[in-house]
Nanobody, 126 residues
């Protein structure tokens, strides 16, 4: 069974930075990709950033140039470095992984993912 646990959320002022981490544990899990998603108040869950096992990355337009996704395979840990935070980045952030291969076009779709963490809250004040 795959377990994902996020950490690193908190409160920050606009323009600040936060780094999220997601530790994967459980059975031997070698996903095709891992991703970060978020759900703001009254909004649907949306894809933020994804990284494939070979290091390719994909970002939502709203975070390009500000957020960076990375992974440490030795530690089974996924990261999201968030810079130049804005109030609209306020959301619960989740990491997720799929049960198998996913096509490139679907990587930012929450429906493509099978395993989810509990989430970590990020609040950005103006």
């Amino acid at each position: 069974q795959v377990q994902l646990a996020e950490s690193g959320g908190g409160s920050e002022q606009a323009g600040g930075s936060l780094r999220l981490s997601c530790a994967a544990s459980g059975s031997t899990y070698s996903p095709y990709c891992m991703g970060w998603f978020r759900q703001g108040p009254g909004k649907e869950r949306e894809g933020v950033a994804v990284i494939t096992s070979d290091g390719r990355t994909k970002y939502a337009d709203s975070v390009k140039g500000r957020f960076t996704i990375s992974q440490d395979n030795a530690k089974n840990t996924l990261y999201l470095q968030m810079n130049s935070l804005q109030p609209e980045d306020t959301a619960m952030y989740y990491c997720a992984g799929p049960a198998g291969y996913r096509s490139w076009w679907s990587l930012l779709l929450p429906s493509a993912y099978n395993y989810w963490g509990q989430g970590t809250q990020v609040t950005v004040s103006s």
